[in-house]
């Protein structure tokens, strides 16, 4: 089985989900499912998100960087989605103000300072308003994974 970085499996446009904890469910099952991600993954991932939330003010489009410790990843990848309504998430920076998140990159990484290397690439990413843009337009999971594969080309984690 081969882990890309970005795999197709794990990308999701235009989702619709209830809540924050509906979302961050359903990425980490996704992760889980796909062998990138231990079984202890998902409850690492909605316990870090109370305590030290993931929800970032990017603009007008405000996306959310969930994450757990290396120690439950398998294999390095993200899962990322776009939502067709935005949820709501904490503010990283101050956890009472609250965020409308309209894009999420669920990160798993499998060494232990993997995730700052990845957070300063992700950072450029997501202060590119135009590029969020774009990848919330996406329909379909071809394009989004094209584009997605394209910008995470350079990342060696």
């Known amino acids: 089985m081969s882990f890309e970085f970005i795999n197709q499996n794990l990308v999701f446009p235009q989702k619709k989900f209830a809540d924050q904890h509906e979302a961050l469910t359903f990425l980490a099952d996704q992760l889980t499912d796909n062998h990138y991600a231990k ?14 939330p993931t929800g970032l003010p990017t603009g007008a489009i405000n ?26 998430f904490s503010n990283m920076a101050d956890p009472d103000d609250k965020l409308q998140i309209s894009m999420i990159f669920m ?14 690439e992700l ?20 394009d989004l994974y094209v ?7 350079g990342l060696t984690v």
């Not at 996306?63 to 709501?88: C, F, K, R, Y």
């Not at 990160?107 to 300063?120: N, S």
Request: hydrophobic share 40%; no cysteine; charged share 20%.
């Open 39 to 52: 079984s202890t993954f998902k409850a690492a991932v909605l316990k870090r998100e109370t305590i030290f």
């Open 63 to 88: 996306v959310a960087i969930p994450h757990a410790d290396w120690q439950n990843v398998a294999h390095s990848g993200i899962a990322m989605t776009t939502l067709t309504n935005p949820i709501e």
């Open 107 to 120: 990160l798993a990484i499998d060494e232990p300072h993997g995730e700052v290397k990845l957070l300063k």
């Open 123 to 142: 950072m450029e990413i997501v202060q590119n308003q135009k590029h969020l843009e774009q990848l919330l337009s996406y329909k379909t999971v071809n």
């Open 147 to 153: 584009d997605l594969k394209d910008t995470f080309s």
